[in-house]
């Protein structure tokens, strides 16, 4: 069974900057694709940036340019820079299987922006 472990969360001001971490177990993790998705207060779960196998990624639009999602497969970890944070971005911020998660997500690492 899979299980999902996201830390790196915090609160930091408009501007700065956070690295998340997605440690994974259960799973051979170099088979799959991952993703970051976020969870904000009263909105549904958004997809936020993905990895496939090969490393290729695409991200949101609203992230572009200011997110880097990458992957250490022999670690079983992909991760989340988040740079140039704004207040919009806060959020839960969920890793799991893309495009379909597994059913049984982490607990999630909330991200607070705000001066």
């Known amino acids: 069974q899979v299980h999902l472990v996201e830390s790196g969360g915090g609160l930091v001001q408009p501007g700065g900057s956070l690295r998340l971490s997605c440690a994974t177990s259960?799973?051979?993790?170099?088979?799959?694709?991952m993703g970051w998705y976020r969870q904000a207060p009263g909105k549904q779960r958004e997809l936020v940036a993905s990895?496939?196998?090969?490393?290729?990624?695409n991200y949101a639009a609203s992230v572009k340019g200011r997110f880097t999602i990458s992957r250490d497969n022999a670690k079983n970890t992909v991760y989340l820079q988040m740079n140039s944070l704004k207040p919009d971005d806060t959020a839960v911020y969920y890793c799991n299987r893309f495009p379909n998660g597994w059913p049984n997500w982490g607990q999630g690492t909330q991200v607070t922006v705000s001066s």
């Open positions: 990895i496939f196998s090969s490393a290729s990624t």
């Open positions: 259960g799973i051979i993790f170099s088979n799959y694709a």
